[in-house]
């Protein structure tokens, strides 16, 4: 609808320097549309209209989405849709309805979730149908159309604004009167100002987020793997929130630095903004973007709201050291507290998943945790576990177990960490999983170290953990099995190290004797990620589940390494000095998420194709240098005959042997096994539309359309967990000794 063209002598009355006169002889119209131009979306809402002289007028829009005011006091006149959703969604009525920040949802937020963008990466619109129906078009967000405001996501960038100024020309009390105690406080500017006398189009923005697509399913898959790893690594990255005191002073708070845990949930994701950076040291190398889902704003995985107003009795500043706030409740970090672990975490959810992550080994703080290989109980069930990592722990689950108590509703729990983050999400999950609420738990680990003794590991079998090891990462096989120290037994060794690597690490490595106990084992289903060079250039990698302990305990085909040399191409690994220093293939950056981005890519184009994961060529030279081994075994075997450690090495060696006749059978198995869909993205392939959208917006990005071979990032020259390599003493993966098929005897 189009009123007509403004008389000239009403226009001195619209000045913007001069409030109108308060005659009732003015209309304004409205409609609210999509990106599209259609207003069929908003049909039926009820809206409230308030004029200069506050006086407030109520109606419903029609059909279209139109709603006009007739006869209001001269002047501009602000739009509000600020009526409580009245249906019956779970997802909304939960939200609205629980205990602990109710949000205040609005029928107008769930129309404009129904909604969808035009642009696939949620950039606006330049154009729409309706701006020509219009004397007056602009874009704005529900935000700025509703009371409260907290739990929705920060203004986008838009093309064509509403002009805001007209605010002014509404009759309000003077700031500077309420200041002085002589008028009441201005009450915050909520809605739309229109202009009379003139039909306003306002385009919606869709109320849509970004959320990385994760299978909530027990069973391993490939998607899980690649997006938990990028998730672990955002982990070292602080919240980033602004402000961050305690208490909060501000009205509310924001996240503006990338990356941080707080821009990729509270602020970017929400704002359908397509993020690839977890970690600060990705700024000059590859672009590694999640999966994402494209999902209505209440389904996104949430940073909950910061408003004083809304929530006093949490929020209020008053409350001092009480109170709460988004950084507080999903941000862990008690590196600055007396007698601190320098634990750090983050958690966020949704309806569907419970988010929790571990921060790894990051600081010196953390070093010395490592090393503080002491067996203690575990308090929950029975066995013994790692001090430092259980300390850690201790500190982790209070943290997490106070966002269960206010968010969790029967939701998956997905925990992962990478390093010494892996280690403690074990102990945190497996602490969990003792717990009454019975919580559906799935843990997936990067380069995680041993964390416990034979008694916890089997008392924990139940627990669904899936562990992933790099070729060559040291830090799976500490603490080893045989140790038993404490920072204070091994403290100057430690100090030593830092000075002398040699001395240092010979004085750790002759404190940490295990006379007593159960040795360290692992828990959890391993994933081995074996990288194959072939004579020709050509890269290949296995991600698979060898049964050899030579392989499991020692690094991979690591211990395989002059039989695959020999025939494959295989570089063979240095001693134990270069490993310790040389240890990018722990980093994450550098190893974990390229190769977990490789295995993702070597699953999809196995399942485009038709193929098996392990092709026919690598299945040949792989088989064939395990058959080398094999035979080094034999010829073993056959010397220690009648010499006077028969007994000593006989049935080590058939153990192996037997081990290493499972692991050619596994590898056989993978060589004609076909890829389904569940073994790529879990549950995820349950919904095939859902993930044919999320794999269209990720395969844009060029990269993610390269071979697989093409992930294999170079190492990183730098390292701040090279001191872990360092400390340990050289008992990592496949630098047990000397790398020699001798050492077996």
């Known amino acids: 609808m189009t009123l007509g063209p403004m008389e000239e002598w009403e226009k001195p009355f619209f000045s913007e320097r001069i409030h109108a006169c308060p005659r009732r002889t003015h209309s304004t119209s409205f409609q609210l549309v999509d990106e599209r131009g259609d207003g069929r979306p908003y049909a039926g809402l009820a809206y409230e209209v308030s004029d200069s002289e506050e006086v407030v007028y109520l109606g419903i829009l029609d059909e279209t989405g139109t709603g006009k005011i007739n006869r209001h006091y001269c002047g501009p006149v602000v739009l509000k849709f600020d009526k409580a959703y009245q249906g ?6 939960a939200l609205s309805g629980r205990d602990h920040y109710p949000l205040p949802i609005t029928e107008l937020q769930v129309r404009a979730e129904k909604t969808r963008f035009v642009n696939p990466d949620g950039a606006r619109t330049r154009s729409n149908p309706a701006q020509g129906q219009a004397d007056s078009f602009c874009q704005v967000e529900v935000s700025e159309l509703v009371e409260h405001r907290a739990h929705l996501p920060p203004l986008a960038l838009r093309c064509f604004p509403p002009r805001h100024q007209v605010h002014a020309l509404m009759r309000r009390p003077s700031a500077a009167m309420a200041e002085l105690g002589f008028a009441p406080r201005p009450p915050r500017v909520r809605g739309i100002a229109l202009l009379p006398n003139r039909h306003h189009v306002l385009e919606v923005r869709p109320l849509r987020a970004l959320s990385p697509l994760l299978s909530t399913g027990e069973a391993f898959c490939y998607l899980n793997l690649y997006q938990l790893a990028l998730m672990s690594t955002l982990s070292y990255s602080p919240f980033g929130q602004e402000p961050d005191t305690q208490p909060v002073e501000t009205d509310s708070v924001s996240f503006p630095a990338q990356p941080s845990v707080g821009n990729w949930f509270g602020d970017a994701l929400a704002r359908s903004d397509e993020l690839w950076q977890v970690d600060a040291t990705q700024s000059g190398g590859k672009a590694y973007y999640p999966l994402y889902e494209d999902v209505a704003y209440s389904r996104r995985l949430e940073v909950i709201p910061f408003d004083p107003e809304l929530y006093p009795e949490v929020n209020s500043p008053e409350l001092g050291a009480d109170q709460e706030h988004p950084a507080r409740l999903h941000y862990l970090d008690d590196a600055k507290k007396r007698g601190s672990t320098d634990t750090q975490a983050y958690v966020t959810h949704n309806d569907e998943l419970i988010l929790l992550v571990v921060r790894g080994t990051a600081s010196m703080a953390d070093v010395l945790r490592d090393v503080d290989a002491a067996q203690t109980p575990f308090e929950e069930t029975s066995g013994k576990v790692h001090n430092g990592f259980y300390e850690s722990a201790k500190v982790a689950i209070k943290f997490f177990a106070t966002y269960l108590d206010k968010f969790y509703n029967g939701q998956k729990l997905v925990i992962t960490g990478h390093s010494l983050g892996g280690a403690v999400a074990l102990l945190v999950a497996e602490m969990l999983r003792q717990q009454p609420e019975k919580y559906d738990i799935v843990l997936y680990t990067y380069g995680s170290p041993r964390v416990g003794d034979k008694t916890f590991v089997e008392n924990a079998r139940p627990l669904v953990h899936h562990r992933m090891v790099n070729q060559n990462d040291p830090v799976p096989s500490v603490p080893a099995a045989w ?27 002759l404190s940490p004797v295990n006379i007593v106990g159960e040795p360290y084992t692992h828990h959890g289903k391993l994933r081995h990620f074996m990288p194959v060079s072939f004579a020709d250039g050509h890269k290949s990698a296995i991600l698979w589940t060898p049964g050899c302990e030579s392989i499991t305990e020692r690094g991979g085909a690591a211990v395989c390494a002059k039989a695959l040399a020999a025939r494959n191409g295989l570089p063979e690994r240095g001693g134990l000095l270069r490993q310790m220093l040389d240890n990018a293939d722990h980093k994450m950056v550098a190893s974990y998420i390229p ?28 088989g064939e240098a395990l058959q080398d081994f094999k035979a080094q075994l034999r010829e073993k075997e056959a010397a220690a005959y009648g010499s006077a450690r028969e007994q000593q090495i006989m049935g080590p060696l058939r ?4 081990r290493l006749q499972q692991t050619a059978v596994r590898l056989k198995a993978l060589s004609v096994e076909r890829v389904s869909e569940a073994k790529v993205y879990g549950r995820v392939a349950e919904r095939p539309e859902a993930l044919a959208v999320s794999l269209e917006r990720w395969l844009a990005h060029s990269f993610n359309r390269s071979h697989e071979q093409l992930a294999m990032a170079p190492p990183d020259a730098d390292s701040n967990e090279r001191a872990i390599a360092t400390l340990v003493g050289g008992h990592a993966p496949g630098a047990v000794f000397d790398l020699d098929i001798d050492t077996l005897g």
Not at 483 to 495: C, D, I, P, Q
Not at 499 to 509: E, K, M
């Open 88 to 93: 019956i969604e779970d997802i909304y009525t």
């Open 483 to 509: 140790m038993k120290t404490s920072w204070r037994m091994s403290g100057a060794g430690v100090l030593l190290v830092l000075f002398n690597p040699a001395i240092g690490g010979a004085v750790v490595l």
């Open 595 to 622: 190769h977990c981005w490789a295995s993702l890519r070597r699953a999809q184009e196995a399942l485009e194709e038709g193929r098996t994961v392990v092709t026919p060529t690598e299945y040949e030279r792989v």
């Open 655 to 658: 153990a192996e042997i037997g």
